[in-house]
């Protein structure tokens, strides 16, 4: 059975805006859709490290996944940023909208992860370990309050960090977040909303936006150059149509109605493609 009916992620770049995300989540709910908001916060990241001085340092793992190095103190900034400052603005933007919507994620447990002993990085074409990293993957949901809150017609606004393990809390991707979330809900529908149009053939050229991408079980494609944080996106997307989320959208967050547009067929639809094997040199 599934608990929800459509989870939409909304990125932490400041380009992409939350009054219309709110407007267009408001009238899912209207038309009787169960939504489950997710949110990443990189540029509150970024902007609450350089206010009190806290080094920022984004690595690349060994499969080209770009992770922010979180040491104690970049931890406490993450969960302040997103817990705190990028929660509450999703928080007062969906209130704006006319919802009731509730926080979730961090501390509560909402989200378990496996915590990363030492993640490798790759530097200078080394690789190597980080140490006292705090970084983890998202591993489990915890669907109970989800589903209450859905029941009641609240919209749960989830954050990353997530609860290791040991009881500490780790750094998580959003995109990752939102996959398993909708996974475990058993959402038919995936929106990662960010501030492109959509996955580019090239990332430098606007005209290449593809309506189809095909990748596999892993997020890996050949019909497109992936770099940055859309590897972890396309990793993200393909865990979520392994997991049984039926229809999974890349699309543009800067628009006036983002997630209508997504809806409607904008941006650009993940499929993947069993049939093609593709090698660890794409
Ligand atoms: N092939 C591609 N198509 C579109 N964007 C790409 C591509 N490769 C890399 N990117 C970059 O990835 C970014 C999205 O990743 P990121 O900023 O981490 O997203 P978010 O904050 O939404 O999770 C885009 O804004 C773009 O700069
Ligand atoms: C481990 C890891 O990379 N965590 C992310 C969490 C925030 C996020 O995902 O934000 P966006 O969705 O805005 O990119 C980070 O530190 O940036």
Not at 3 to 26: I, P, Q, W, Y
Not at 33 to 40: A, F, K, S, Y
Not at 67 to 94: K, N, Q, W, Y
């Amino acid at each position: 059975m599934n608990l929800a009916d459509l989870v939409v992620k909304t990125s932490g770049d400041r380009r992409v805006g939350l009054d219309g995300l709110a407007e267009d989540v408001a009238a899912q709910v209207a038309g009787g859709r169960r939504v489950v908001v997710v949110h990443g916060g990189q540029d509150r990241i970024r902007e609450l490290a350089e206010r009190l001085g806290v080094a920022d340092e984004t690595l690349t793992s060994p499969s080209g996944v770009a992770f922010r190095r979180t040491d104690p103190a970049m931890l406490e900034v993450v969960t302040l940023a997103l817990t705190g400052s990028m929660r509450g603005e999703v928080l007062t933007a969906l209130r704006g909208a006319g919802l009731r919507a509730v926080g979730l994620g961090g501390a509560d447990g909402t989200v378990r992860a496996r915590r990363k002993p030492a993640p490798r990085a790759v530097v200078d074409g080394r690789t190597m370990a980080v140490h006292d990293d705090h970084s983890g993957r998202p591993e489990s949901v915890d669907t109970t309050v989800l589903a209450a809150l859905l029941r009641a017609g609240v919209v749960p606004v989830l954050s990353p960090p997530a609860v290791a393990e040991d009881g500490g809390l780790v750094n998580v991707n959003a995109d990752r977040v939102a996959a398993l979330v909708a996974v475990a809900l058993g959402a038919p529908e995936l929106v990662l909303l960010t501030a492109t149009d959509g996955v580019r053939a090239d990332p430098t050229d606007a005209g290449s936006r593809i309506d189809v991408l095909e990748t596999d079980a892993r997020g890996r494609t050949r019909t497109a150059r992936i770099t940055g944080g859309m590897t972890g996106k396309l990793v993200a997307a393909a865990d979520a149509l392994t997991g049984g989320v039926a229809a999974v959208r890349v699309a543009d967050g800067r628009i006036a109605h983002p997630v209508r547009d997504a809806l409607s067929g904008g941006g650009t639809r993940v499929r993947l493609a069993h049939a093609v094997a593709i090698g660890s040199d794409s």
